[in-house]
């Protein structure tokens, strides 16, 4: 961790007042910036390198609108053979760079059908369905210490069409059955997903401010007939991140 610290350092001469992880589909947020500087993981070293399609495995520092935004590029899933803390490194690596403001983003699919593709929710609590964290009935995470309320209310002012939901994090990397998504809506998930919640316990044990956004790139299986595959989560994500960009730009321009 140390050596991490001290290459990234030697990059990154100034504070990051916000930083963002980015889900599927949805990197290219970081075109926002300016005065960029890029960090690719394979180049830090004891770094670890991302393997999933969409998630290209660099930091990008940059300005915008007076701040210091540094932007994670890339994330990893345990279903890649990572242990959970080896999932939470980049929050640790925000951490330990005095970063305390922390928005995650995911690609996520929909359990509820009157809601739209393209729909964006504000994850304000979650269920742990890969049975990692406990082996007993998921239940339902909430509250301040996972999800920074200031920065959930910050959001829904500035959007009122937003969604307000629970995220269900499942192992992966094969998508669910239907009998799991009808488990999972009994219990009242609203969106699920292979990512995140590491990331979120993590950020809470660091007691950084954490706000998560999970963009509604496809229904979950059973829900419709749709074909559900990797290349079509990505398709989706990149066809409606426009919005999702514009509400990423509105909350950094609040804070």
């Known amino acids: 961790m140390d050596n991490i610290i001290k290459y990234i350092r030697n990059k990154i001469k100034k504070s990051i007042d916000v930083a963002i992880v980015t889900g599927s589909g949805l990197a290219d947020i970081y075109n926002i910036l300016t005065d960029t500087l890029i960090i690719d993981y394979k180049n830090i070293p004891e770094y670890y390198q991302t393997t999933v399609k969409g998630h290209d495995g660099k930091f990008v520092f940059g300005k915008f609108k007076g701040k210091n935004i540094l932007i994670a590029v890339g994330r990893f899933h345990y279903y890649e053979g990572f242990t959970i803390d080896e999932v939470g490194l980049p929050i640790k690596v925000i951490n330990s760079l005095g970063c305390k403001k922390l928005i995650l983003t995911n690609s996520a699919g929909c359990l509820n059908t009157n809601w739209n593709l393209g729909d964006i929710m504000i994850v304000n609590g979650h269920y742990d369905f890969t049975f990692r964290y406990n082996s007993d009935n998921p239940k339902l995470e909430k509250g301040n210490k996972f999800y920074n ?11 009122k069409n937003l969604k307000l939901g629970n995220y269900g994090w499942v192992l992966g990397p094969s998508y669910e059955t239907k009998a799991e998504i009808q488990d999972m809506k009994s219990n009242g998930v609203n969106s699920v997903g ?12 660091l007691k950084m401010e954490t706000l998560v956004l999970s963009l509604m790139s496809n229904y979950a299986v059973g829900l419709t007939d749709d074909t559900l595959n990797h290349d079509i989560v990505l398709s989706n994500s990149i066809k409606y991140n426009k919005n999702f960009k514009s509400l990423i ?6 804070i």
Do not use: K
Not at 249 to 254: A, F, G, P
């Open 149 to 159: 309320q200031d920065l959930i209310n910050l959001s829904l002012s500035i959007n």
């Open 249 to 254: 730009i509105s909350i950094l321009n609040h």
């Open 194 to 205: 292979m990512s995140t919640v590491p990331e979120v316990m993590m950020a809470s044990s």
